[in-house]
């Protein structure tokens, strides 16, 4: 009895250390891939004089995103540490670039930048509902 009694007791302890073991935020699906549609989008803003970003829209996705984050037991430091993370931004930057080439993107055409924010607003996905065309 004594033993099971020890038992409980050290699992009970443990609890908390391994609620507190959070994965990386990169590897929450419902944080990484909106926040990488508001990345694509901005993307396409930058490259494509016809097409703006919806600003406000993207505001409002990224306070939900830390909303949600906050939810999932993440603190507004840890997110803060993940978005200014250099190691994050190479690793969405790489990530959009290879993105943006599997659909067709050059950055030395910025045409392309435009036909896939077009395709992307008709198609009203997560990156194109961030975008407007001018």
């Known amino acids: ?5 020890a038992t409980c007791v050290t699992c009970l302890m443990l609890l908390p250390s391994m609620a507190a073991a959070k ?4 590897d929450v699906q419902e944080i990484e891939d909106p926040l990488f549609a ?3 989008a901005k993307e396409v803003s930058d490259h494509c004089d016809s097409i703006s970003a919806r600003y406000f829209k993207g505001l409002t996705e990224l306070r939900r995103l830390r909303a ?8 507004d430091s840890e997110i803060r540490a993940y978005i200014g993370s250099d190691t994050e931004k190479a690793r969405m930057r790489a990530k959009g670039e290879r993105f943006l080439a599997q659909n ?7 045409e392309t930048f435009c036909a896939f924010g077009r395709a992307e607003i008709k198609k009203n996905s997560a990156i194109g509902v961030l975008l407007r065309a001018k």
């Open 1 to 5: 009895m004594r033993t099971l009694i």
């Open 23 to 26: 994965p990386s935020l990169r």
């Open 38 to 40: 508001v990345a694509l």
């Open 68 to 75: 949600r984050a906050n939810a999932l037991g993440y603190t």
């Open 104 to 110: 067709g993107v050059s950055y030395e055409k910025t």
